[in-house]
């Protein structure tokens, strides 16, 4: 069913839309019959047309028949001169209309049409204060405001702006510190917030090795604004999901992460491990990483527990610890006991749970788990906490470490004896908690029984 709009619903629309057409047939109808037609007659037919235009695709703002619109200088477009339906910044801080602006950004112009100041970037930012005050505006006019004047287009690359972009790796390349911060700064800002410049990198094999040429081998004293700067821009292309494996493979982009996880400020270690947790969502790519030897590193971070970075970290050595090679990785390099010492200490619980259960497969996790305390810290969690998930992975690994380790059954059985928390678990826990814990029961009935009969 076709949409209804102002034009076919609004009693005073329809009534002057039908004088329109009434006027504009007889005047075409003088067109055609008479031979010696005025000039002035086709300008009266071409102005009803337009009216009856704009009516249909503008409904209660047009008003050309009775003189133009009369409302506030500062909600018309500074290119259309028309009512602003979408208002936006320009990096100069002056609004227009999104369609209008894009237009004009389109045609590879560089400048803010109104100050003719050269452009930063052409990144267009809503104006919602501009768009509320008009829309109220409208609103106490009784009238409606319709869609945009021009076909709204997507915020795609321009010549402009890639030539732009071109500009600002050439900018990375430079011996001039100010230059490449300042460069640094924009491309972080640009692939932050449009997609279409974290594809553009993928374009071009040079590319990131330019973005972080400030960062490469040999290179001394790099500034730690600048640093964070180049690592946030990697991060956001790694968003991308046709750039994770094209970033991954770039020589030297995985070894300046690990780099960064040791070095820099926590915002900079942060998105490093941020970073290569997006970029392990290929499983191609979490083997290219565990190789690389991120893993020491993000346990590092992970146990020195700043809580700006705890959860990013954590996230990443989840995904990289899915393939085998990794979880034996983890292991050597220490990830039991960091992670069971935050668990005691209750931090970020629900996270690490799931990373200690994905561990415990691991014969030596196992024996680590059972010297670093993690028994009896699990029976507690399973009698404190309310979340399921929390419960079963607990249960998850103390079956791990019952079927695995003997020197731990005298441990659960005491617990048991005294608090009943696998018998309460067995009863009322999630189906895959009460199998857990009722094969757990039973292997430790069995070896009482074995031991009484002996």
């Excluded at 235009?53 to 009775?66: A, I, P, T, V």
């Excluded at 973005?211 to 991308?240: M, R």
């Excluded at 989840?318 to 209750?346: P, Q, Y």
């Excluded at 561990?359 to 009698?383: K, N």
Aim: contains cysteine; glycine residues 4%.
């Amino acid at each position: 069913m076709a949409k209804t709009g102002v034009f076919e619903t609004d009693p005073t629309i329809v009534a002057k839309a039908s004088e329109l057409k009434k006027e504009l047939r007889r005047l075409l109808k003088k067109i055609v019959d008479e031979d010696d037609s005025m000039v002035e007659t086709f300008d009266r037919a071409n102005e009803a047309l337009s009216a009856l235009k704009d009516l249909k695709f503008k409904g209660s703002l047009s008003f050309k028949l009775d003189g133009p619109l009369s409302c506030p200088e500062q909600f018309r477009c500074p290119l259309s001169k028309e009512l602003m339906r979408d208002p936006v910044i320009l990096a100069t801080g002056q609004t227009y209309d999104r369609p209008f602006i894009q237009k004009w950004l389109k045609e590879g112009n560089r400048t803010c049409p109104v100050t003719q100041q050269v452009l930063s970037h052409t990144l267009l930012t809503p104006n919602y204060l501009v768009q509320d005050m008009i829309s109220l505006w409208c609103k106490n006019q009784g009238i409606e405001l319709p869609g945009s004047a021009l076909d709204t287009e997507d915020e795609g690359i321009t010549q402009a702006d890639r030539q732009h972009f071109e500009s600002l790796l050439e900018k990375m390349l430079t011996q001039s510190i100010s230059e490449q911060k300042m460069a640094a700064k924009e491309l972080r800002l640009l692939t932050k917030r449009m997609p279409s410049f974290r594809a553009l990198f993928g374009e071009s094999a040079d590319s990131i090795p330019n973005l972080l040429y400030p960062l490469s081998p040999g290179k001394i004293d790099v500034h730690p604004d600048l640093q964070e700067d180049l690592i946030t821009t990697v991060l956001n292309l790694s968003i991308h999901d046709s750039n994770k494996k094209f970033v991954a493979e770039t020589p030297g982009v995985i070894p300046l992460l690990i780099d960064s996880l040791k070095y820099g400020t926590i915002e900079t270690r942060t998105n490093a491990a941020a970073a290569l947790f997006t970029l392990s969502a290929l499983d191609s790519n979490k083997t290219l990483i565990g190789k690389a030897g991120a893993i020491k590193p993000l346990i590092d971070l992970l146990d020195e527990g700043h809580p700006l970075a705890m959860k990013d970290v954590a996230s990443a050595i989840f995904n990289l610890c899915i393939i085998h090679e990794n979880k034996a990785r983890s292991v050597h390099d220490g990830a039991v006991m960091v992670i069971t010492k935050k668990i005691i200490d209750r931090v970020l619980v629900d996270e690490l749970l799931t990373i200690l259960a994905m561990l415990s497969s691991h014969r030596r996790a196992i024996e680590e788990m059972g010297e670093f305390g993690a028994v009896p810290c699990l029976l507690s969690i399973i009698r404190e906490t309310t979340c399921g998930r929390n419960k079963e992975n607990c249960i998850a690994i103390l079956y791990n470490i019952c079927f695995n380790d003997r020197t731990k059954w005298k441990e659960m059985r005491e617990d048991e004896d005294a608090n009943g928390t696998i018998s309460e678990l067995a009863r009322n826990g999630t189906s895959r908690a009460k199998r857990k814990a009722s094969a757990i029961l039973e292997r430790l009935n069995r070896i009482a029984s074995i031991t009484h009969t002996a």
